[in-house]
């Protein structure tokens, strides 16, 4: 009897571990997709963009989305619009607690004439 009692909570206390990696997986995340319309689109050196306010209000968003997961950051701020050609490049900053700047660097992994797939180095 001790040992079903002992196996079940080893089960549960299992199963929780396996639902909290899982939970965290998803909301670390640091890739998005973005559709691209009259509200989000600017233009960069003549191609289509994500503006720059976008992509910097989802990195600060998503920095830091769990209180162990990544470093809290603030004033995320883009020097341009992140360019829809797969591979594009634009390094985004923000501040951490200790009030140090940090570089967040952008990329494009995907981009379509509707949306653009990006994501972020934590």
Do not use: N
């Not at 989000?40 to 720059?52: F, P, R």
């Not at 900053?93 to 972020?120: L, N, Q």
């Amino acid at each position: 009897m001790q040992s079903r009692f002992l196996v079940g909570i080893v089960g549960g206390a299992t199963v929780v571990v396996a639902v909290g990696a899982v939970g965290t997986h998803l909301l670390s995340g640091t890739e998005s997709t973005t559709g691209l319309d009259a509200h989000t689109t600017v233009t960069v050196d003549g191609h289509k963009a994500l503006s720059g306010t976008i992509v910097a209000g989802r990195a600060q968003s998503k920095y830091h989305p769990l209180p162990w997961v990544g470093t809290e950051v603030t004033d995320v701020s883009c020097p341009s619009g992140l360019k829809a050609v797969a591979g594009a490049t634009v390094t985004c900053t923000g501040k951490a607690d200790d009030g140090k700047e940090v570089r967040i660097p952008v990329s494009v992994v995907k981009a379509t004439a509707d949306s653009v797939t990006w994501k972020f180095e934590r």
